[in-house]
Nanobody
Framework: QVQLVQSGGGLAQPGGSLTLICSAS????????MGWYRRAPGKDREMVAH????????RYADSVKGRCTISRDDAINMVYLQMDKLKREKKNTYYC???????WGQGTQVPASS
């Protein structure tokens, strides 16, 4: 069964940091480009960060450059999104995704609801 299971995140004050974690199974993770997407209420899903296999190339949305870092560990089939310098923004739901078959993770609200 193909799975992208998200964890991490949580509550953080403005200026703080959060890390999202995505654990993949059921497909050849090491050959897939991976990405993090987000969706604000009432808006379409948009790309936040992208990382190539095996992680030598990364790309970021202009809105998060300098604040987000995507990384991957192919030995354990995980991809991460570190978010720094958090701002007072509307809540977004972040999704882990492979960029070939689109096996979406379940989503993580950032910041977490109180």
């Amino acid at each position: 069964q193909v799975q992208l299971v998200q964890s991490g995140g949580g509550l953080a004050q403005p200026g703080g940091s959060l890390t999202l974690i995505c654990s993949a199974s059921g497909f050849t993770f090491r050959t897939f480009p991976m990405g993090w997407y987000r969706r604000a209420p009432g808006k379409d899903r948009e790309m936040v960060a992208h990382i190539s296999p095996p992680g030598t190339t990364t790309r970021y949305a202009d809105s998060v450059k300098g604040r987000c870092t995507i990384s991957r560990d192919d030995a354990i089939n995980m991809v991460y999104l570190q978010m720094d310098k958090l701002k007072r923004e509307k809540k977004n739901t972040y999704y882990c995704d492979d960029c070939l078959e689109h096996y979406w993770g379940q989503g993580t609200q950032v910041p977490a609801s109180s």
